[in-house]
């Protein structure tokens, strides 16, 4: 087996299709998940594509929740919740991790990042030893800037390597050219 693969954060998923109850019902209806035995994942970077409705953030979000962040977004140690609308699909998924523990990890999830941003105002308003949270956030309450800026904001002074990042729709907010920005 190739090494890089071995040293891979997350290598592939599994589909436990013998424990799914109906292929019939939300979430396992859904195409990619209906469709799907296993996923491998590269090394590097994985992109999953496809139409609207085919299940891909449901899929992210099960995975992202099998792995032990919150279902809607942030870090491991983010534990909030505004509303319980999660699938259970993360119960019926196996995650094949590698040798390597990442550093860092965060799903960002476009669609309820509004709940993360309000979240890290919230406990940067309580008492704490430690620096404000938004500080890795590049210290400006996320709330303070437009909705691209803080996706931008949290690109470029949060994801620093070494971490395993999930990201459903992170372009979704990001003209053109902040677009453009990050892969340089």
Do not use: C
Request: glycine share 8%.
């Amino acid at each position: 087996m190739d090494r890089s693969i071995m040293l891979a954060y997350l290598r592939s998923v599994e589909l436990m299709r013998e424990r799914i109850p109906s292929f019939h019902e939300y979430p396992f209806n859904l195409p990619a998940v209906a469709g799907l035995d296993g996923l491998d994942f590269h090394p590097k970077v994985t992109y999953i594509v496809g139409e609207n409705g085919m299940g891909k953030s449901t899929l992210l979000e099960a995975i992202a929740t099998a792995l032990g962040f919150n279902p809607e977004g942030g870090t491991i140690n983010f534990s909030f919740s505004t509303e319980e609308t999660h699938s259970k699909l993360h119960e019926y998924i196996r995650t094949v991790r590698g040798a390597r523990k990442p550093r860092d990890g965060f799903f960002f999830r476009a669609e309820s990042y509004y709940n993360v941003a309000t979240n890290i105002d919230r406990l940067d308003a309580e008492v704490s030893i430690g620096p404000p949270i938004k500080d890795s956030y590049g210290g400006k309450s996320l709330h303070q800037q437009s909705h691209g800026e803080s996706f931008f904001a949290t690109f470029l002074h949060r994801f620093w390597g070494n971490g395993l990042y999930i990201m459903d729709e992170p372009e979704a907010a990001l003209s053109p050219f902040r677009q453009l920005a990050l892969l340089r």
